[in-house]
């Protein structure tokens, strides 16, 4: 069964930093992709950040390019994902989701559309304060 817990949110100032973590279970790594999504008030759940372990590749949403990074530790099976310079509009909830790659496809070409993600954490929160 796969499985995703993401932890790491909270309340942080504007300027500061976090990271995420994403524990995942269940499944070969190299066989799938990881993304990072996160869902503000009001608004649709829009992909950030993926890595693809079939080939190791990472891909970026424009509008976090430079201050987000996706990263991960195999051994742990755990996904990280940095995010720096945080303001009022990173308040989110951030969920990582995985899909099955069954043969080698980028990061870029798994792309950042909540359809291509069939399973999902449970998501943390994250406030960022003025």
């Known amino acids: 069964e796969v499985q995703l817990v993401e932890s790491g949110g909270g309340l942080v100032q504007a300027g500061g930093s976090l990271r995420l973590s994403c524990a995942a279970s269940?499944?070969?790594?190299?066989?799938?992709?990881i993304g990072w999504f996160r869902q503000a008030p009001g608004k649709e759940r829009e992909g950030i950040a993926c890595?693809?372990?079939?080939?190791?590749?990472?891909y970026y949403a424009n509008s976090v390019k430079g201050r987000f990074t996706i990263s991960s530790d195999n051994a742990k099976r755990t996904v990280y994902l940095q995010i720096d310079s945080l303001n009022s509009e990173d308040t989110a909830v951030y969920y990582c989701?995985?899909?099955?790659?069954?043969?080698?496809?980028?990061?870029?070409?798994?792309?950042?559309?909540?359809?291509?993600?069939?399973?999902w954490g449970q998501g943390t929160q994250v406030t960022v304060s003025s």
């Open positions: 989701a995985a899909d099955e790659v069954p043969y080698p496809l980028t990061a870029q070409a798994m792309g950042l559309g909540t359809s291509a993600f069939g399973f």
């Open positions: 269940g499944f070969t790594f190299e066989h799938y992709a």
């Open positions: 890595v693809s372990f079939s080939d190791g590749s990472t």
